[in-house]
């Protein structure tokens, strides 16, 4: 059972414009979620967190916000440029340290110049 | 500081051969995490460690064995390689900060074919 899941496999959107990527959780012992970004034949790599005590992070062009109601979060990117395109994983832990992430399959984003 | 390394980048095995993929880490971190990614399942763990000569296992452990003799170095093993096991395997550490607010840091990736 899939406890972190990002339901579009692929996303486009024009340069300039908006891009939005969602993910929704299972697990009500989640309370830490982050973003990781990974380009073709590399690592993936850290973008942007929030604890479940906030319900919004920002940073530059990055916003993650967060409806722990509704289980379910966001990532925002304002203005999308070329070089945003990548695949994009949502990752959730939680209930102890030693829990290791768990990891959404994954949204490609295209971004259209 | 090199972060996370892996060795080798690619490796090609015939069905029942074995083979050792090493992770380097230069970060002092206590956990470290192997992963493989297919199309379509994202990133999913296999083995992990959180400390020196620990071993854990994860989603998806048949088929792979793993030690960690020494706190940088994360070895992850095939014993008998099978097709199923094509894949491309991420290695990755973190602080191990006792908290769910650890971040991982992944290596470049190691492409793995078995024929």
């Known amino acids: 059972d899939q406890q972190v899941k990002q339901n579009s496999p692929s996303l486009s959107v024009q340069e300039g414009r908006i891009s939005i990527l969602n993910c929704d959780y299972t697990?009500?012992?989640?309370?830490?979620f982050l973003w990781y970004k990974k380009y073709p034949a590399e690592g993936p790599t850290f973008l942007i967190s929030?604890?479940?005590?906030?319900d919004k992070n920002e940073d530059g062009r990055f916003t993650v916000f967060l409806n722990k109601s509704a289980k379910h979060l966001s990532l925002h990117i304002v203005p999308s440029q070329p070089g945003d395109s990548a695949v994009y994983f949502c990752?959730?832990?939680?209930?102890?340290?030693?829990?290791?992430?768990?990891f959404g399959k994954g949204t490609r984003l295209s971004v259209i110049a | 500081n090199a972060g996370v390394t892996q060795t080798p980048k690619f490796r090609v095995l015939k069905t029942g051969q074995s083979m050792t993929l090493l992770c380097a880490q230069d970060?002092?971190?206590?956990?470290m995490y192997w992963y493989r990614q297919d199309p379509g399942m994202g990133l999913r763990l296999i083995h992990y460690?959180?400390?020196?000569?620990?071993?854990a296992k994860g989603e998806v452990p048949d088929g792979y064995n793993v030690s960690r003799l020494k706190k940088q170095n994360f070895l992850l093993g095939l014993e008998s390689a099978a097709p199923s096991q094509t894949s491309v395997y991420f290695c990755?550490?973190?602080?191990?900060?006792?908290?769910?607010?650890?971040?991982?840091?992944f290596g470049p990736g190691t492409r793995l074919t078995v024929l």
């Open positions: 697990n009500s012992m989640f309370d830490y």
């Open positions: 929030i604890s479940s005590i906030k």
């Open positions: 990755a550490s973190s602080k191990g900060s006792g908290t769910s607010t650890d971040t991982q840091y």
């Open positions: 990752a959730a832990s939680g209930g102890s340290g030693n829990t290791p992430l768990v």
């Open positions: 970060m002092n971190h206590e956990y």
């Open positions: 460690s959180v400390g020196e000569g620990t071993t």
